[in-house]
Every structure is written in C-alpha cells, then in structure tokens.
C-alpha cells in the first residue's frame, strides 16, 4: 500500500518548472480525457456532457474514431453517465455543487489538475454504476493519473476539489469491496482536510477566521460539507474493517476541538441566510447532550447526526466486543452509563425520525443508518441481556425489510445498506427457530428475494445473500432465487 504519509501542503517550485510539468503532464491527461466529457451547462438549467475530448498526440483507435458527439471515446453516451452519477452522487459522498463543478471545462484550465482528477474519479464513479465494461481500464487511467498529478498548494477551491475527488475513489473502491484501498483514498482526504485546517474554524494561520454573527458564503458551506463528508467516509470504512477508530481520529481531527458547525440546505448558504454561531467543540457538546435531535433539523443537518450518533455507537461496540472475553466488562460503571447514554440519543432520534416511505431511497438510507446504530449499540449485549437480544433480532428484521422497499429499478445501492445488511446478517448464525418464528422466516426470505437483485452490482450483497440462504436452510426453507 503506498504510504500514507506525504507532502500535500504543495512544492516551492517557480512557475516556470511548474507550467512545464503541466505539459508533459497534458499528454497523458489527453489519453485518459478520452473517455471524460468536456462539461457545459445549457441556458435551460440542465447539466450535460458534450463530446470527447480530441487528441493530437495519441493515436486514435477506431472505436475513438466512431466517437460521435455526446458519447464518450468508448462509444457510450455521456449525458447517460452524468445522468447516472447525478442520480447516486450521495452514494459516492458527493458535496460540491453541481451546477458548479461542471460548468468547470478543465481543458481549459491546464493549472487546475485538481479539476482533472475530480472528472476522471467521476467518470471512474459513472462508469462503476453502469457497469461499463472498460472499468478496469479506466481504473488504472485514473490512480495513474493521480499519483503523477503534482501537488495543489493552498488553494481553498483546488483543495476541496481534490477531497472530493480522494472521497469518491475511497467510496469506488469501498464498493468493490477493497478496503485497504478505500482506506488509502480516504486517508488523502484528511491530508488535504488538515491542509486546509478544516476542522478549526477560530485559529487558523493563513486561512480566513469565523467569527460569531458572520454571514456564511457557499464556499463556506463546501468546507463544511467537506469537513462532514471526510467524516462519513472514515466512518463507513472504520465500520467496514470493523475497527475502533477512523483516520480521522488518528490524524489527531476530532482530538481538536472541532468547531464545524452541522450543514445546512445549499441555498441557505447562497442567499446569505447563514450565521456562524461559535462553537467549543461540535463533537463533545453532541456527545453531552441527551436531545440532539430536533424536529426542526433540515435533511443535511439530520443525516450529519445521524452518521456522527453512528459513529458514536460504533466506537461503543468495538471497545465492548474486543473485550467481550472479559465477563466483568459489562458490570463496568462506565459501559453501562455510555450504554445508557447512548440509548438515550437512539431513543430521542427515534421519536422524531420521518416515518418509513416505500420507494424513498433517502427515507430509506436514514432509517437504515438508525438501524445500523440500534444493532451496534445492543449486539455487545446480547448474550448477557434478553431485552438487548429482543432488540437486535428485531433490528435485523427490519433491516430486511427496507430491502423490499428499495425501488427495482434502483441502479446501486448506497454504502448504508450494504453496512447494515452486512452487520444484519452476522447475527442470523446465532439464531434458534424459536427466535424466528415462521412470520419472521417470511420477512427473511422476502429480504433474500430483494437482496438478491443487487448480488451482481456489490461483493457485499452477495455475501448477505449467501448468509441468509444458509440461515434459511437451517430452518429448510425452500429457495427460488432470482
């Protein structure tokens, strides 16, 4: 794995070194620009793709040849990869503005390698959602073209472009189910977070400083999006690996006092109706507080809560499951009281959530990272507590469940899933037929028959799959897949 240390602050060269790796550099941009569109935005509001880009240098094959407008070197329409992106952009931790980004033409703008590399990850994004057949290729096109990209400086802009970009190859590769890859991507992205000291909003040397009643702009709201992404991002992978603690937390973020305010709606940003409000610590002052959940909270000030509880909840069930062995671990004052402490928060988010609609992916997302807390904040008791045991049981059966209210038409499914079936199906093998009764055996084998559609889109649906065929021949429940 390459190291995760490096210079990413940016190289003390003169602008002329600098102009002349950019062309040398342009060559191998043109070769894998070949399938990332150029970007306009058309006067009506629609965002689309328009022809390849053309190049000089390379030899063109003759499939670049056959190329038409608005279709990609490989033969397949960009507007239909943007489309599909634009509709998953959330599955892939996407924070930057559309409209924004791709009325960026980085053809144009050679000094913007930042740009380049965010394309070339959306493309490799686009590609993976349409299971197009040159992904492996591309692939390679772009982690080559990202470990030669030199460093970006201290641009706020270009830094936030290059999280976005680190992001959403940490996502690409968490889908394809290689973590230490995701891990790696994600890791760049708290460079570039610590670079442009994110996290610290009232000291920040060489970077502008919030004061209390300042109206917020939206390029403060990106760096807020920003900051939260990279926190979603390090959770989704500290769950995955099952480990204690995010990057984030080893490179010393949330050791901080974090002063990043939770995000609001993008438009509030724009018309100025934003003010900083100063904060000592936005994790601990969440932590401490039994409420923090509120009916009035926007869909993006809700979901960051929610990711922040779940990660809360998380770190509770590492230290209590590494140390299961131990039977005086759950006698321990402090466990019980965070135990408590935490079920409180589940408690308070559960009478506020927004109630289950059928076909509503982002409805469905929320209730499945609840569900995802629920199962992690009980399953390290519940071989020590009926009530804890009760309550995962019924947490993994409703886990299942929002499978059969995920549209067929779905193209991919969001990390949240995949997490909490995953999470779901490890604690069917510890399941008698007396705890699944045969209304239950019902809802396992509908959430098998919907899991299973999505079997070829992610390794991690195949799993759960295979976990609950096992599960269900237990009980010699027959099967009839799709």
Request: some cysteine.
């Amino acid at each position: 794995m390459p190291p995760l240390s490096r210079n990413l602050v940016g190289d003390t060269e003169d602008e002329r070194e600098l102009k002349n790796r950019m062309r040398k550099m342009e060559r191998r941009i043109k070769e894998m620009e070949k399938g990332i569109s150029k970007v306009t935005q058309v006067a009506a509001g629609d965002i689309v793709l328009s022809h390849p880009y053309s190049s000089d240098e390379a030899e063109p094959s003759a499939q670049a040849n056959s190329a038409t407008p608005g279709q990609t070197s490989d033969g397949i329409d960009s507007r239909s990869l943007l489309r599909a992106f634009l509709k998953n952009k959330a599955a892939f931790g996407f924070f930057l503005d559309p409209h924004a980004v791709f009325a960026t033409d980085p053809a144009l703008s050679p000094q913007r390698p930042s740009s380049r590399i965010l394309f070339g990850a959306l493309r490799l994004c686009a590609a993976l959602i349409t299971a197009a057949p040159n992904l492996s290729e591309l692939e390679k096109l772009v982690i080559h073209e990202r470990q030669t990209t030199p460093n970006i400086g201290r641009n706020d802009q270009l830094v936030l472009e290059d999280i976005q970009a680190e992001i959403m190859l940490s996502r690409f590769y968490f889908y394809t189910d290689r973590h230490v890859d995701a891990s790696y991507h994600c890791s760049k992205a708290v460079a570039l977070a610590t670079t442009l000291q994110l996290g610290n909003w009232t000291n920040r040397p060489g970077f502008r400083v919030f004061r209390a009643g300042e109206t917020l702009s939206s390029t403060d709201g990106d760096q807020i999006y920003a900051f939260w992404a990279i926190i979603e991002a390090d959770e989704i992978n500290a769950i995955a690996q099952r480990r204690l603690h995010g990057l984030t937390r080893a490179c010393g973020i949330p050791k901080c006092n974090v002063q990043v305010p939770f995000p609001v709606t993008r438009l509030n940003y724009a018309e100025g109706k934003v003010s900083h409000v100063l904060i000592r610590d936005t994790f601990l002052e969440f932590e401490q507080n039994p409420s923090p959940f509120e009916s009035e909270d926007c869909v993006e000030t809700f979901e960051t809560k929610l990711m922040l509880l779940l990660a809360l909840v998380h770190t509770f069930f590492i230290v209590t499951t590494t140390r299961a062995h131990d039977p005086k671990i759950f006698q321990s004052e402090d466990i019980l009281t965070r135990y408590k402490k935490l079920n409180i928060q589940v408690e308070n988010i559960l009478q506020i959530m927004p109630a289950l609609r059928q076909a509503d992916i982002q409805n469905l997302r929320q209730h499945s990272l609840l569900i995802l807390c629920v199962l992690h904040l009980h399953m390290p008791l519940m071989d020590h507590n009926p009530v804890a045991k009760r309550r995962v049981i019924d947490a993994a059966l409703r886990s299942f469940d929002l499978a059969c209210l995920i549209p067929k038409s779905t193209s991919f499914l969001d990390a949240s899933f995949l997490l909490t079936w995953t999470t779901a199906a490890s604690v069917l093998p510890s399941l008698t037929l007396k705890e699944i009764c045969e209304p239950n055996i019902r809802r396992l084998r509908a959430g098998l028959q919907s899991i299973a559609r999505f079997r070829k889109m992610c390794p991690q649906a195949e799993v759960v799959a295979s976990e609950l065929v096992t599960t269900l021949a237990r009980f010699n429940v027959a099967l009839d897949l799709p």
